[in-house]
């Protein structure tokens, strides 16, 4: 896709010039003119999305846009061990994933897919803060460009959680006792909710993909049917949940860690 290679240093750097917020795509129009044709729409298409504080449907459809193109160049530079070379360059080395796992990725199409999309969620999510924060220079670099290195800086972290859910898959894997439904039922607050609306509002600020998990498990609907209805591989959507529930144990009941 002909995405230029960090400057060097971090994400920040290359977003952020030194000293702070940029003021780049709120500077004067005789500076944004010098910028030429591809960034100045970039920093338009920012001006846009700052009128509606970087969120509903416009925010939707560019972060889809965004996530969909770059897809793809993720999941090869995953498969192709590029990812972690960028990683590693930025000073965010991958250390949570062993051989085995690395082998994994690079023939398993699903575990790519799912590793690539937690990643480009929380690239989102970073992106997001920094243009909220005025802290993108159309200068340095553009939105596209901007977005893969908030992906490549993510990615240690989000490579620890799936490695920790892949653990979890091979105790199952290996047959291990699954809990017995109605105790587990009684116990999982998710399931044993009476009113999923509660819980659908607790956790409102999830991605819309847990938060349809959410309304579906308390309908009762099992995993599988969960996937089904969602259109999601079995695989990923119960990696997607298990992440999520795994996050939500280690807080208190009011959000906060335990």
Same mark, same amino acid.
């Given at each position: &896709?002909?995405? %230029?290679?960090?400057?060097? !240093?971090?994400?920040?750097? =290359?977003?952020?010039?030194?000293? !702070?917020? =940029? =003021?780049?795509? @709120?500077? !004067? ?11 100045? %729409? ?5 001006? @846009?999305?700052? !009128? ?7 925010? +939707?459809?560019?972060?889809? &846009? &965004? ?15 590029? &990812? ?23 023939? +398993? ?6 590793? %690539? ?8 999510? *970073? ?8 802290? /993108? ?10 977005? *893969?290195?908030?992906?490549?800086? $993510? ?10 859910? $892949? ?14 439904? =109605?105790?587990?039922? #009684?116990?999982? $607050? ?5 009113? /999923?609306?509660?819980?659908?509002? @607790?956790? #409102?600020?999830?991605?819309?993909? *847990? ?23 079995? @695989? #990923? ?13 280690? $807080? ?7």
């Amino acid at each position: &896709m002909g995405w %230029a290679e960090p400057a060097g !240093g971090d994400a920040e750097s =290359s977003a952020v010039p030194e000293g !702070g917020r =940029s =003021s780049g795509f @709120r500077s !004067g129009g005789d500076e944004q003119e010098q910028l030429g044709g591809a960034r100045l %729409a970039d920093v338009r298409t920012a001006e @846009r999305l700052r !009128g509606q504080d970087f969120q509903g449907p416009a925010w +939707d459809v560019f972060i889809g &846009m &965004m996530q969909q193109g770059c897809q793809g160049p993720v999941e090869t530079w995953i498969k192709d061990g590029r &990812m972690f070379d960028r990683a590693k360059k930025m000073g965010r080395a991958v250390t949570a994933l062993p051989p085995a796992l690395r082998e994994l990725l690079r023939h +398993d199409e699903t575990a790519r897919h799912d590793l %690539a999309q937690d990643a480009l969620l929380a690239g989102a999510r *970073v992106l997001q803060k920094v243009l909220r924060d005025g802290r /993108w220079n159309p200068q340095q670099s553009s939105l596209k460009t901007t977005f *893969v290195n908030m992906v490549t800086l $993510q990615f240690s972290t989000v490579a620890k959680t799936w490695a920790l859910s $892949q653990k979890y898959r091979e105790h199952e894997d290996a047959g291990e006792e699954m809990p017995d439904p =109605s105790a587990q039922s #009684s116990a999982d $607050q998710f399931t044993a909710t009476e009113n /999923w609306v509660d819980l659908d509002a @607790r956790f #409102s600020e999830e991605d819309e993909k *847990v938060r349809a998990m959410i309304r579906l498990r308390g309908m009762g609907l099992a995993p599988k049917d969960v996937a089904a209805e969602l259109g999601l591989p079995y @695989r #990923s959507a119960e990696g997607i949940w298990r992440r999520f529930t795994t996050k939500v144990r280690e $807080q208190g009941f009011d959000g906060r860690p335990a």
